[in-house]
């Protein structure tokens, strides 16, 4: 059984789709161990209250320094051994040392095809703002491992959206969840949990 916890920020769509994808089966041999959050009122937290799994938040703002953040933020990490760490719209930057506990076993769900519109200042809104400044008709989300730059880690599964004439930065994100997020965070999660995927030479393989 894999045991993941799931980091989120806000809304926790994304914490969903993964909670009803454990529910029905579309992911398969995985325990949802914990549910933290950066932000008291993430709606994220109440969902996962709702399904009896247990969640908490952690935030910079109640420490005087990044580093006691860090510190503390990983050793409640290792305190519910998760095989998995799955960031689904987690807005804080993790920790160098906990990149390096968990190498390529934490993963990001991010919501354009990188390496477009990725990296520091590219979250929520701003990605799709940005993909519709430039006109590009296809977009898209992607799963990556979380290495210790911004979006750069190896990318497991991609998919594409298209950009539709007349779509707003709101319309645009909703697509992109519906459509792309919500489908290819859950397979991820199935295929690690499943022994489908390696990272081998900085890529990650998936077996069929
Ligand atoms: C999603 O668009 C995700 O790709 C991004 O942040 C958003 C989180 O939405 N990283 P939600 O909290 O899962 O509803």
């Given at each position: 059984?894999?045991?993941?916890?799931?980091?989120?920020?806000?809304?926790?769509?994304?914490?969903?789709?993964?909670?009803?994808?454990?529910?029905?089966?579309?992911?398969?041999?995985?325990?949802?161990?914990?549910?933290?959050?950066?932000n008291?009122?993430?709606?994220?937290l109440?969902?996962?209250?709702?399904?009896?799994?247990?969640?908490?938040?952690?935030?910079?703002?109640?420490?005087?320094?990044?580093?006691?953040?860090?510190?503390?933020?990983?050793?409640?990490?290792?305190?519910?051994?998760?095989?998995?760490?799955?960031?689904?719209?987690?807005?804080?930057?993790?920790?160098?040392?906990?990149?390096?506990?968990?190498?390529?076993?934490?993963?990001?769900?991010?919501?354009?095809?990188?390496?477009?519109?990725?990296g520091?200042?590219?979250?929520?809104?701003?990605v799709?703002?940005?993909?519709?400044?430039?006109?590009?008709?296809?977009?898209?989300?992607?799963?990556?491992?979380?290495?210790?730059?911004?979006?750069?880690?190896?990318?497991?599964?991609q998919?594409?959206?298209?950009?539709?004439?007349?779509?707003?930065?709101?319309?645009?994100?909703?697509?992109?969840?519906?459509?792309?997020?919500?489908?290819?965070?859950?397979?991820?999660?199935?295929?690690?949990?499943?022994?489908?995927?390696?990272?081998?030479?900085?890529?990650?393989?998936?077996?069929?």
């Amino acid at each position: 059984m894999l045991r993941i916890v799931v980091l989120v920020s806000g809304g926790g769509t994304n914490l969903q789709a993964v909670i009803d994808a454990v529910s029905s089966g579309r992911i398969t041999n995985t325990e949802i161990a914990g549910v933290i959050s950066n932000n008291k009122s993430a709606y994220a937290l109440t969902r996962a209250r709702q399904h009896g799994i247990p969640a908490e938040c952690i935030s910079p703002k109640d420490f005087g320094t990044r580093e006691e953040f860090n510190s503390v933020f990983l050793e409640k990490i290792k305190e519910l051994c998760p095989d998995l760490l799955v960031l689904a719209g987690f807005l804080v930057v993790i920790p160098a040392a906990m990149v390096e506990e968990y190498r390529n076993r934490i993963i990001n769900i991010h919501p354009s095809l990188i390496p477009s519109f990725c990296g520091t200042g590219y979250y929520g809104l701003k990605v799709h703002e940005a993909a519709l400044a430039r006109g590009v008709k296809l977009t898209g989300a992607t799963v990556h491992f979380v290495d210790e730059g911004t979006d750069t880690g190896p990318i497991l599964l991609q998919k594409a959206v298209e950009v539709k004439s007349g779509d707003t930065p709101e319309t645009l994100q909703r697509r992109v969840m519906e459509e792309a997020e919500w489908k290819i965070l859950p397979q991820a999660i199935d295929l690690i949990a499943n022994g489908k995927v390696r990272v081998e030479n900085g890529a990650a393989v998936i077996e069929s």
